[in-house]
């Protein structure tokens, strides 16, 4: 797992925030060390954030993407700031392609319109100047690293702490749960499959979060809660190419197999061993709680992700210790006493771009990436983990 999995900090200055903004209301960096990842993971604010996690999670069972939800008025203009972000990249095309698979740098221009406007944009629906601040820094942690031109897991978990935030206001309420979880978030989903597509970010970390996908987890987990109590379709369905073409509009979890099948050219078994052997468990149920051990796990409790997780009064957590250190030549500031890991020499293509040069990208991957309804996926090859926590 690469260091720079979440690793993307805000800017000294607060967007085009009023300037008496007080400084304590801008998140920070606070696990700096192993022994503050061990109190993280034994934390009040780490229990009520995986209970928000869990509480959206539970939202999306037995329901599928194309229901007719409850979206209060902040989810409805979170859904109107996706769709202007999309837009924007629609606005700053890519620079020409001088033959390398690695990220295009103008994402950068991308991510600097999205930064010097995240405030006035959740400003639409957060009504005070000092709470829109800071939860304007965590939707702009949501996109990926600027000067790495990457994202991953951390990025992805940004944008359930941003999500947070307007649960802790009393912006969005239980009720809004099932949309914010199979409209709000997929459709976030479907922007960063845009942004893969359009600058070919790179997967943060070498191998992505246990071979589920190059970039996202979620999307996997909260999909295998829409099938929790599915009589018919059982986790075996993902090798079947007609099930994936007719469902696949309905359920994450089929999205995005459907969208590795479409980029990535060898079987589901050589390129995601991890979802070949999910694919085995009997239970959709089994899945979804074995997918929530995994996230604590392997997202949540990994100092290489956690270790850029910013916090401020909504997510309440203090460091041991000051940090260490400045960012290095990769854009990487590593933990408090940590040495730089291996991965941090490993740069990893989009996957997406290794097909486009080969000319593999078909229709059906663009439709996955490009299209406003927000459809996902990802690929990802790699070592085999460790067993897996789903019996």
């Known amino acids: 797992m690469s260091c720079t999995d979440n690793h993307s900090h805000p800017h000294s200055h607060p967007h085009d925030a009023p300037s008496s903004l007080p400084l304590d209301r801008t998140p920070t960096r606070a696990i700096l060390s192993k022994d503050d990842l061990e109190r993280w993971m034994h934390s009040d604010t780490q229990s009520k954030f995986v209970a928000f996690i869990a509480a959206l999670n539970d939202a999306a069972k037995n329901k599928k993407l194309g229901d007719d939800l409850h979206m209060g008025t902040a989810a409805v203009k979170v859904m109107g700031v996706l769709d202007t972000l999309e837009e924007w990249s629609r606005m700053i095309e890519p620079i020409k392609s001088t033959g390398s698979r690695f990220g295009n740098s103008a994402f950068i221009e991308w991510y600097d319109k999205m930064e010097q406007n995240a405030f006035s944009l959740v400003k639409e629906f957060v009504p005070s100047d000092e709470d829109a601040h800071e939860v304007s820094i965590y939707l702009v942690n949501s996109f990926g690293n600027r000067k790495r031109i990457d994202y991953g897991t951390g990025h992805e978990a940004h944008f359930i702490a941003f999500l947070y935030c307007l649960e802790k206001l009393g912006l969005v309420t239980e009720a809004d ?214 019996d």
């Open 177 to 390: 749960f099932p949309a914010l979880t199979l409209k709000v978030f997929w459709r976030y989903i479907g922007l960063m499959r845009v942004l893969q597509f359009q600058y070919w970010l790179e997967p943060a970390g070498s191998h992505g979060v246990w071979g589920l996908d190059d970039y996202h987890f979620l999307p996997f987990m909260f999909g295998s809660a829409q099938f929790f109590d599915h009589k018919y379709l059982k986790p075996k369905c993902i090798h079947d190419p007609e099930i994936l073409q007719e469902f696949s509009k309905d359920y994450m979890y089929l999205s995005c197999i459907a969208f590795i099948n479409s980029v990535k050219t060898e079987s589901l078994r050589w390129h995601s061993p991890m979802l070949d052997d999910i694919s085995g468990v009997k239970q959709w149920s089994k899945v979804n709680s074995g997918m929530m051990k995994m996230y604590l796990a392997e997202v949540l409790g990994k100092l290489p992700i956690m270790q850029h997780f910013l916090f401020g009064s909504f997510l309440p957590f203090e460091a041991s210790g000051e940090m260490i250190g400045e960012e290095d030549e990769l854009g990487c500031v590593h933990a408090m006493g940590q040495e730089r890991p291996a991965c941090c020499f490993i740069r990893v293509p989009s996957a997406i771009a290794a097909a486009a040069a080969k000319g593999q990208v078909g229709a059906s991957a663009r439709e996955f990436g490009l299209s406003g309804s927000g459809m996902v996926g990802g690929a990802l090859g790699g070592m085999r983990p460790r067993p897996l926590p789903f």
